[in-house]
């Protein structure tokens, strides 16, 4: 069975689903923008087990472009996946796109690792980490689409859900979509 991959407008700390990815920075210990959303609804768990991750296997943080998870604590899905996007410069382009590739990358393995069947992205480093909307948008849509069509992918995972919350960033994701040619489900 294909992957359908969704785009919302919405909150994505509301998102019904098996695991959220929260867009952190290497500290773990929150911050702002979706991080921050993702610590304040989630509660004190998420906190507590993202102290427990830095001083045992992160001590010096999470590096960009991996993935770890912990529990949901509030939130209404089971896990959160953690990943580290990179700041967007243009001068380490290459090396930085791939980073934000393998930020989806590697959320996806740790999900379907977990047994995620739904799993809910916001645009990684699209905010203040200043990757511009239609890039990001390429190259998280793209990633995912090539992921989730690899036959190696396993799992049972059955969405991936963009949720987009920022005004705007919707239509670019949609358009994106368009483009690549993904028959992408939604509601805007």
Same mark, same amino acid.
């Given at each position: 069975?294909?992957?359908?991959?969704?785009?919302?407008?919405g909150?994505?700390?509301?998102?019904?689903?098996?695991?959220?990815?929260?867009a952190?920075?290497?500290?773990?210990?929150?911050?702002?923008?979706?991080?921050?959303?993702i610590?304040?609804?989630?509660?004190?768990?998420?906190?507590?087990?993202?102290?427990g991750?830095?001083?045992?296997?992160?001590?010096?943080?999470?590096?960009?472009?991996?993935?770890?998870?912990t529990?949901?604590?509030d939130?209404?899905?089971?896990?959160?996946?953690? !990943?580290?996007? @990179?700041?967007?410069?243009?001068?380490?382009? *290459?090396? $930085?796109? %791939? =980073?934000?590739? /393998?930020?989806?990358? &590697?959320?996806?393995?740790?999900?379907?690792?977990?047994?995620?069947r739904?799993?809910?992205?916001?645009?990684v480093?699209?905010?203040v980490?200043?990757?511009?909307?239609?890039d990001?948008?390429?190259?998280?849509?793209?990633?995912?689409?090539?992921? !989730?069509?690899? @036959?190696?992918?396993?799992?049972?995972?059955? *969405?991936? $859900?963009? %949720? =987009?919350?920022? /005004?705007?960033?919707? &239509?670019?994701?949609?358009?994106?979509?368009?483009?690549?040619?993904?028959?992408?489900t939604?509601?805007?």
């Amino acid at each position: 069975m294909a992957v359908r991959i969704t785009l919302v407008e919405g909150d994505i700390t509301a998102q019904q689903v098996d695991a959220v990815v929260n867009a952190a920075n290497s500290s773990l210990l929150g911050g702002g923008g979706v991080d921050g959303a993702i610590h304040r609804k989630g509660g004190p768990r998420i906190l507590a087990e993202c102290r427990g991750l830095r001083a045992s296997r992160y001590g010096r943080g999470l590096p960009t472009g991996q993935a770890v998870a912990t529990t949901a604590g509030d939130l209404p899905a089971r896990w959160v996946v953690h !990943t580290v996007g @990179p700041v967007h410069l243009e001068d380490e382009y *290459e090396e $930085r796109a %791939v =980073l934000l590739a /393998s930020c989806y990358r &590697e959320s996806l393995r740790v999900a379907v690792e977990l047994g995620a069947r739904t799993v809910a992205f916001p645009a990684v480093s699209a905010g203040v980490y200043g990757w511009p909307p239609a890039d990001a948008a390429r190259i998280a849509l793209g990633t995912v689409a090539e992921v !989730t069509a690899d @036959p190696g992918f396993g799992g049972g995972l059955e *969405e991936v $859900r963009f %949720v =987009l919350f920022v /005004s705007g960033m919707y &239509e670019v994701f949609a358009g994106v979509g368009r483009e690549l040619g993904l028959g992408l489900t939604g509601q805007g």
